[in-house]
């Protein structure tokens, strides 16, 4: 009778296999659980309710009154500021609401346009750009700066702090300042001081004049 068949190869080979498949798929398991609880923080709250609608006021210097605009294809929300006096170039970008700084830099590329060359290349998207979380899934954001945002990311701002100055970077035909309001993943209808814009379309050029309610806190 023929006794146990064997390869030649010492038994022990095996059993020294089978603890390192199992601490490979251990491995990765753990990297799946990572994975996935990684994708929860980020995914989880933006599924929460948004919180209160805050006062934003209007990215701009208290008492003046600007224009506010958009035109087809511009897309829905969105809002062009446009001073109705004096320089446009270098004029001060505010926060709207206090907040946190999360984004500070290039959107896009910046082309070519400045006050000593108004008519230069266009540049792509947003330009130097600045985004900032306000909190219960709010978030502003200011496009088309003249030069490198005043604020850096991890940023404490208030109310009225300035973040920029107002130019004509990215893809933008005239110096103004590209401003929008969002409510987690969705565009909203801008506010300013309580009262809605107006400006909800992109079907037909629309412009409007406000005054800015962006002043320092009385103490």
Not at 118 to 131: A, E, H, I, N, Q
Not at 194 to 200: A, M, N, R, V, Y
């Amino acid at each position: 009778m023929l006794g146990p068949v064997t390869t030649g190869r010492p038994t022990t080979a095996r059993s020294h296999r089978r603890p390192r498949s199992r601490a490979i798929r251990v491995v990765l398991a753990l990297v799946a659980v990572a994975a996935v609880l990684g994708i929860a923080v980020v995914v989880v709250p933006m599924l929460r309710p948004a919180g209160p609608r805050p006062l934003f006021q209007m990215p701009v210097t208290c008492g003046e009154t600007w224009q506010l605009s958009t035109y087809p294809g511009h897309d829905d929300y969105d809002v062009d500021f446009f001073p109705t006096e004096g320089e446009t170039w270098g004029r001060p970008v505010l926060a709207s609401y206090g907040g946190t700084v999360t984004v500070a830099g290039i959107n896009g590329s910046l082309g070519g346009r400045t006050p000593e060359n108004p008519d230069g290349p266009r540049g792509r998207g947003g330009g130097y750009w600045v985004k900032i979380d306000h909190g219960g899934k709010w978030e502003t954001q200011y496009l088309h700066m003249l030069e490198p945002p005043l604020v850096t990311v991890g940023q404490k701002v208030a109310q009225g702090d300035q973040i920029g100055r107002l130019g004509s970077t990215g893809n933008s035909g005239a110096p103004h300042l590209h401003y929008e309001q969002r409510r987690g993943w969705e565009k909203v209808e801008t506010h300013f001081d309580g009262t809605p814009s107006g400006i909800t379309t992109d079907e037909r050029e629309q412009i409007l004049r406000r005054v800015s309610n962006n002043c320092p806190a009385v103490s």
